[in-house]
């Protein structure tokens, strides 16, 4: 199979399997025990604390690990209550959803606009009237299109009035540097999964004196702000995912920078290929693109068909029968936004799966 959704999941890799297996079986202590078994995990959680907070450069005792990135949103903005919410219109269901669904929790919520180009400019703020007090989440890059957003930018204008920002930088980790100390943010979402590491797995970052409220009671692991016996065997593959997406970092960005522009020239062969977001700066693995009267979905199935995977935009929103929110956000047309597909590329595609998939799709094309 070709795979082009790894903004969607990535494989595991070998190397973090081989550093999970033995706390499967032989180091199965709970990390709360006091026995040697016990310190033994507890160790391997402090461990990979440590790991994942250097590779967003932070320090390791404002690592809370969670489920999965879904879960760090939903506790991000758990901190918001009794807050003006303020969400940007390009943000993944995991962050729109809780802050529309729970609407009641919050003083107000309010959508911040993107640009054509799936941008939200700082600029917004002095039209939106932030006011002292409110909470803003906005992505450092969009799942979809891979926009990156200025989210440095931001944090300066909401420290200006004294209110609080959150960064979903899952797609964003992993693909490019991130420093939560140079961004300025309050709270930061990560997830496992999105750099080969196991499913079931994230963490949020805070800033000291950030008050975060739980969402689960319980016991008093990771601090007493998440309940419950840690899932040690995802958490030192998240780790060790972590380790190595920094050491190879640069590696990575330089090698899927390359395929993407391979992609992206022979994309434009094809006549009436549009690519969202083209204009702004991106992630260096993704690539959504449209063709006028072409049906997505139809031609994802058809794709998949030919042992290609891709996507039409988010994971979590495939389903819907409505296009995407994002490309609404950023006044495409709705025609071109129902052929959405979304090509994002991992660290081990090849220059000759590219060729391979833009010459099935032109010959779907041609027969449609």
């Not at 890059?141 to 957003?149: F, M, S």
């Not at 010459?359 to 449609?368: D, G, I, K």
Request: glycine residues 8%.
């Amino acid at each position: 199979m070709i795979y082009f959704d790894h903004n969607a999941t990535t494989p595991v890799d070998e190397r973090v399997v081989e550093a999970m297996l033995p706390y499967f079986r032989q180091l199965y202590g709970n990390p709360s025990s006091l026995y040697r078994l016990g310190r033994i995990a507890r160790s391997a959680v402090d461990t990979a604390r440590e790991q994942v907070a250097a590779l967003i450069d932070v320090p390791a005792a404002q690592i809370l690990f969670t489920n999965g990135g879904t879960e760090a949103n939903a506790l991000a903005l758990a901190s918001a209550r009794g807050r003006r919410l303020w969400v940007s219109a390009i943000e993944h269901p995991a962050v729109a959803e809780n802050a529309f669904r729970r609407a009641e929790h919050y003083r107000a919520v309010n959508a911040l606009p993107a640009d054509t180009a799936g941008v939200v400019l700082p600029g917004t703020i002095a039209e939106q009237g932030l006011q002292a007090g409110d909470f803003v989440s906005l992505m450092l890059a969009n799942n979809e299109t891979g926009a990156i957003q200025p989210v440095a930018d931001w944090a300066d204008k909401i420290k200006a009035v004294g209110g609080l920002l959150h960064t979903d930088a899952v797609q964003a980790m992993g693909k490019m540097p991130v420093s939560f100390k140079r961004l300025g943010v309050d709270l930061m979402s990560l997830s496992s999964h999105k750099i080969y590491g196991p499913k079931g797995c994230g963490a949020l970052a805070w800033q000291a004196g950030v008050d975060i409220q739980p969402l689960l009671y319980g016991g008093e692991q990771e601090r007493g702000l998440r309940a419950g016996t840690e899932n040690v065997p995802a958490i030192v593959g998240f780790g060790k995912a972590a380790e190595l997406a920094r050491l190879e970092l640069e590696q990575r960005i330089a090698r899927m920078q390359t395929l993407r522009g391979i992609l992206e020239r022979q994309l434009k062969t094809i006549p009436g290929v549009v690519i969202f977001a083209e204009q702004a700066e991106r992630l260096p693995n993704t690539v959504q693109f449209g063709i006028p009267a072409v049906n997505g979905e139809m031609l994802l199935m058809q794709l998949d068909q030919k042992n290609i995977a891709v996507s039409s935009g988010s994971a979590c929103a495939t389903g819907s029968e409505h296009i995407s929110p994002v490309l609404a956000a950023m006044a495409v047309d709705a025609l071109l936004a129902k052929s959405a597909i979304r090509v994002s590329l991992g660290k081990d595609n090849t220059e000759q799966e590219i060729d391979q998939f833009v010459s099935v799709l032109t010959t779907l094309l041609a027969r449609n």
